[in-house]
């Protein structure tokens, strides 16, 4: 019988060594998952998405940073809204910030996509916790 993972994700960072971490933690915390991918920036992810969906077989959760040159992670949200709900079904988006900027955390609460805003490096029990109530 053949195992399915539970998720893939898609790392939208700037930063090559915030998207490292991640990847890391991932791996050490995350008991079922398939594939990494990542992208630099909003405009990046929304290709990849458009390009790759059919290949998802399973869920897909993008660890989404808010600050990034190019298209940030707001901006992202309000381009992502635009896609097929068909596409939107298999995506759960967990925000990450550095910022603890009322005005950001206030906007990721509010969003209805943002299952949760982590602040940056993520803790791991906390993305692993978003996971198990997805």
């Not at 700037?14 to 971490?21: A, V, Y």
């Not at 897909?60 to 097929?84: A, C, H, Q, R, W």
């Amino acid at each position: 019988m053949e195992h399915k993972t539970s998720f893939d994700f898609l790392i939208v960072d700037d930063s090559e060594i915030d998207r490292m971490i991640s990847k890391t933690h991932i791996k050490f915390t995350v008991n079922d998952f398939g594939e990494i991918h990542e992208a630099e920036n909003g405009l990046q992810a929304l290709a990849w998405i458009k390009s790759n969906f059919k290949d998802i077989k399973q869920r897909l959760v993008i660890l989404l940073d808010i600050s990034m040159p190019t298209m940030d992670g707001f901006e992202f949200l309000e381009n992502y809204d635009k896609l097929d709900n068909g596409v939107k079904e298999k995506i759960k988006i967990i925000m990450l910030s550095s910022s603890v900027a009322q005005n950001d955390i206030q906007r990721a609460n509010e969003n209805k996509y943002v299952e949760k805003l982590l602040t940056k490096p993520f803790p791991s029990d906390k993305v692993k916790g978003v996971l198990e109530r997805l």
